[in-house]
């Protein structure tokens, strides 16, 4: 039932790339890429450039054998990426050094080249004549290669125009084989062509196709005219993977200019979701198949879409993209071994209350024995009809469970609370009020305020609120119980000849500090499982706080004898 | 009602620092950092290292001059940062290029120092020599300076050796004037200090105190100990911030060797605070205090605590923190104008029967005026008792509300159905069933399983389940209200002496497809507002799949006459 407290090291991804200074295309987009979809980012920087969203302004080329010493910091038995990709190679004679280093390499991790040879804004960053190198050193030792279709023509040494899709398709079918090795994405952001076109391409040449575009939708269509925007484009984008069969990835056309770093993303991407699938698969061990899965394909390229798609615009030319599209705030972080309760601690921080709660002057009064027996019975008799509520919120929780394990867990807690209101009855009848005039007895205000309050939530809520409404009863008890002993301990409470020792011993006894144990594992794993977010923190905040101010305000009204 | 659909730029976050080839400390961390807290993150190199965490292996200086084309990039009226962080700065040379950049400025961004000067590992990044030109040179313009204790000592020429707090204070008021100018975050990790003396200190001194460490919570205490960690440190850290007056920053002790970063990633997170700050304040515009809050100190601090006691162990020296423990996966993006409605979509799209639910023969017979009365008569029926529970399940999610507009929706949904339902007592008039009788009919098994499964999920799930528990009703029969009307138009469904005419009107009607959008948008809406998690996202998509599912039988029970 505890969870996990020693935390799973994330898939390491490394980017052999230049650095953009504005932050939105090389290492920089690589290592926001990597860490958005959950894994470990790491950079050998071979150039580093002084460039913003309207183009790059000056290169500083980084020494090739400074490229390699970075490599064997990684490598070093240290650091070791499962995946990498590799981006901006700035010179042949860092291609030349990378090409040799890689196949001196035991274990070559997976690897993504995305030939970047001319920047979003135009700038040339690698010689055209590097294509050799590429060819020769690099590209037998590569698992994937991503160019668009002007990259495609250096690499073959032509100037390809494409105007249809069978046109880019043939492109795709001629580069293939001289690539001598890797898969090929042939990116096909540069030629969009209408949606009707390729459902029946597909449908005449039988080829596979992954959507990422959805079919159109009348009620979307509908709402998108409603709200003024411009009908959806019947456009799409067809990136062809050509990697033994042929599929196509067809995605929307997105009209926007905000493409900064699109390709140096769409290959992190690619190296990531291929290293998360190897690492689910085998547990990050050597061995995993060097084939990207047409799955990781599909999550990279609508990642990098999504990254388009949601940018807000930034600087005065192609904008950078929204790399973190896919994330949102976690407030409860993981537990750990230095922090194994986070969601309680968090809970208890947050609730203003607490510590007038657990430490209330009705407490210390029964913990010393100088409490007053009418108080006490007050309390006490309240106390039994506020089990009540307790109980038949437990049960509702039951009804909403959709497993069993929690349905017992529930239904379990209500019965042992139905239980422990007999040592309530058993109280009572030491101070002579008998079980039928206890339960003719009116509930004061603050019993309904706080029972009711209970059962609002647990009849409205999910089981998390249901777990969360119900906490402050049970660990402010378990806290007062251990509190109380230690006090004894400390001589600044007594157990000998205290007339409320029953009620001291009880709740610092094993039984219900077992039960204050599995209600904190219960409810951290669940947290850990639904994983709530911000604003559903935010709910559970305001229910512990508001059910702690009740508990005081319980204590109160015993001290009070109020109605 | 309908979500923003342009995004707002984040705040950016500039880091002037080196490059970590291990990726766990330098711009990668600045970057990871920035990131992770919602920034928008750039990076001016200074110097790359190869690295890993075991050590540095090697330093490659970046020419001063460079270092300034990379600023000159940003500041060029593009991408503005409204914080930097400066981290290792290499030289004396580039911090005096640096600060004459910065100094020429006529809006300087808010900036954080780290005084790098040791990485963890033991390496000196910047010659002690450097000190003179940073106080010099970049302290006056430095809103705020971040020295660990040996780096206080190298800032003011000493090796101090501090064993108490009183001493950790000294120092911090001793350097503070020297600084001239920038306010001080004095680092204590290097030395724990007991929970107890942090707090008569306090007590004693009235300093002001933040604490991060939580109070200890015996119920916690037992369950690290039933659990078999061992008891928690009594010690804690505490940073002293010197701004005017005096704040202390107690933290939790976290032992572990994952600390590769910390002080760039604290930086970084100083830096990303303060500009979040800054960007709620005035919207990013200039003229924000150049000071920064209690509250951005302490959520910079937390951050970085959290990354480290989250961190898995990674290579086998110093291991890189957890950067991204506050991001959980989004799933369903931002609306954007490229996409306004993205989870009905991704409902959509992962409804497997969707397609077979609205374009049903039934519904082809119907639209094409081929479809038996019987059929026709039987649908009807059993739909006029599927509106019970469609309206008792919006009326149950009202129960649920907890504010008005809510309460207000739902109710008027419930109410709409309810008349809706004499379109059907009508319907069935014509059939020749009279209102008794139809009220007598028993429901068909397809009726009972779907409108009581609404109606559960109504009852024991929250108001987000319960909306789209009666999405597919409402969009599905939109969609096919739309779909039939283009069939008309494209001669597959005909109008004209279709015994069906008033039911295909009434479904692309205004007033249904005014519900549909309405529908829509407070969906979408409740979806930005909630942001529900990966786990909440997956059980909504398995409720609106089993409805979807359910009113395909529904159809064909219709088809079928089956009871």
């Known amino acids: 039932m505890t969870p996990q407290l020693r935390p799973v090291a994330p898939p390491h991804v490394l980017t052999i790339a230049g650095s953009d200074s504005g932050g939105g295309a090389g290492i920089q987009a690589d290592i926001k890429t990597a860490s958005a979809l959950g894994c470990y980012g790491s950079s050998v ?11 790059v302004q000056g290169v500083h080329v980084v020494p090739p054998e400074f490229v390699v010493e970075q490599l064997k910091s990684l490598f070093a038995d240290d650091l070791v990426p499962s995946a990498a990709k590799l981006g901006m190679l700035a010179s042949p004679e860092t291609i030349t050094a990378l090409g040799a280093y890689l196949a001196s390499l035991t274990s070559r991790p997976y690897l993504v080249l995305d030939p970047v040879m001319i920047s979003t804004s135009g700038h040339e960053l690698l010689a055209h004549s590097a294509a050799d190198a590429l060819l020769s050193d690099l590209l037998p030792l590569v698992d994937l290669v991503t160019p668009n279709i002007p990259e495609a023509g250096v690499l073959m040494g032509t100037r390809p125009s494409p105007t249809t899709l069978e046109d880019v398709i043939a492109l795709a079918r001629e580069l293939h084989p001289a690539l001598k090795g890797p898969a090929l994405l042939l ?20 080829i596979e196709a992954v959507w990422l575009a959805p079919p159109p939708i ?27 069969g042929i599929t196509l990835f067809v995605g929307p056309c997105v009209d926007t200019s905000s493409t900064h770093g699109t390709g140096c993303t769409l290959s992190a991407a690619l190296a990531s979701c291929y290293a998360l699938e190897a690492s689910m698969a085998n547990g990050d061990k050597a061995g995993a198949p060097r084939r990207i899965s047409h799955d990781a394909v599909r999550r990279a390229i609508k990642y990098t879409q999504t990254a388009i798609a949601t940018a807000p615009k930034l600087g005065r030319g192609h904008g950078p993209l929204n790399h973190g599209h896919c994330a949102m705030q976690r407030v409860i972080p993981a537990p750990s071994i230095h922090d194994p309760t986070p969601f309680t601690s968090y809970l208890i921080a947050n609730a203003s209350e607490w510590d007038a709660y657990v430490k209330h002057p009705f407490v210390i009064a029964l913990g010393k024995g100088t409490l007053s027996h009418e108080a006490f019975a007050h309390y006490i008799a309240q106390d039994y009809h506020y089990l009540r509520h307790y109980a038949r919120a437990h049960a509702a929780g039951a009804a909403k469970a959709d497993d069993m394990a929690t349905i017992r867990a529930l239904a379990d807690i209500a019965l042992h609370v139905a239980k422990e209101s007999e040592m309530h009855v058993e109280f009572c009848a030491s101070f002579g009020i008998t079980r039928a005039a206890l339960e003719a007895l009116p509930e004061a205000a603050t019993t309904s305020a706080y029972g009711r309050y209970v059962l609002d939530v647990a009849l409205s809520g999910d089981i998390l609120d249901v777990l969360v409404a119900v906490l402050s009863c049970l660990i402010g008890y378990g806290e007062v119980g251990l509190w109380l002993r230690k006090q004894v301990a400390a001589g600044e409470a007594v157990l000998e000849g205290n007339p409320y020792r029953r009620w001291m011993e009880d709740y610092a006894g094993d039984d219900f500090i077992g039960a204050v144990r599995r209600g904190i594992a219960t409810l951290e794993e669940r947290v850990v499982r639904e994983m709530p977010s911000a604003p559903k923190v935010e709910r559970l905040v305001q229910i512990f706080a508001e059910s702690t101010r009740l508990e005081k305000a319980f204590w109160q009204m015993g001290l009070d004898q109020s109605w």
């Not at 920087?45 to 183009?55: D, Y």
């Not at 540069?190 to 005449?204: N, W, Y």
């Open 218 to 244: 009348a009620v979307i269509a509908d709402y998108r005219e409603v709200i003024g925007l411009p009908e959806e484009k019947p456009d799409v984008v067809v990136d062809v993977l050509l990697d033994g």
């Open 187 to 206: 990116k096909g952001g540069h030629l969009p062509v209408s949606r009707d076109a390729v459902v029946k391409f597909i449908e005449k040449e039988k």
């Open 45 to 55: 920087i071979t150039a580093l450039t002084a460039q913003n969203t309207l183009g």
